[in-house]
C-alpha cells in the first residue's frame, strides 16, 4: 500500500471517528507532552480528569520545575505517576536546568 492509497483512508477514518480531545485544540507543547505522559499511563477516558487536574495545579512546566516533591507526590498518589515522585522530581529539574530541549518552553509564555 502506498501513502496514496492509505492516507486518505486514515483521514477519513478520522473525520469520521476522531475524538475531540483538547491537546488537539492547543499549540502549547508542554500541554501536549503532558497529555503523552499520561496516555502512556492510562486510557483517554481515565486520563482526561488527570489532565484536567495536572494543567490546573502545575500550569507551565516552570511551576512543575518549582514544585516541591511532595506536592507532585500529593497530585500523583492516586493516579501512581510514579513510585518515587522524589527521584522523577530530581530528574526532571536537572532535565529543566541542563537541557537545551526545554529552553523554547522556558522562554515562552502560555
Not at 502506498?2 to 483512508?9: S, V
Not at 507543547?29 to 492510562?42: P, R
Amino acid at each position: 500500500m502506498t501513502n496514496d492509497f492509505f492516507a486518505p483512508k486514515l483521514l477519513a477514518w478520522y473525520e469520521r471517528y476522531g475524538r475531540d480531545l483538547p491537546w488537539r485544540h492547543t499549540t502549547n507543547s508542554y500541554h501536549i507532552w503532558l497529555s503523552e505522559i499520561i496516555l502512556q499511563q492510562t486510557r483517554v477516558v481515565q486520563g482526561m480528569p488527570y489532565y484536567y487536574r495536572f494543567i490546573e495545579t502545575f500550569p507551565t512546566i516552570t511551576d512543575l520545575a518549582n514544585a516541591t516533591s511532595g506536592r507532585y507526590y500529593d497530585f500523583g498518589r492516586d493516579w501512581a505517576i510514579t513510585p518515587e515522585p522524589e527521584i522523577c522530581m530530581a530528574r526532571l529539574k536537572l532535565l529543566w536546568k541542563t537541557t537545551a530541549a526545554f529552553s523554547p518552553l522556558r522562554t515562552r509564555s502560555y
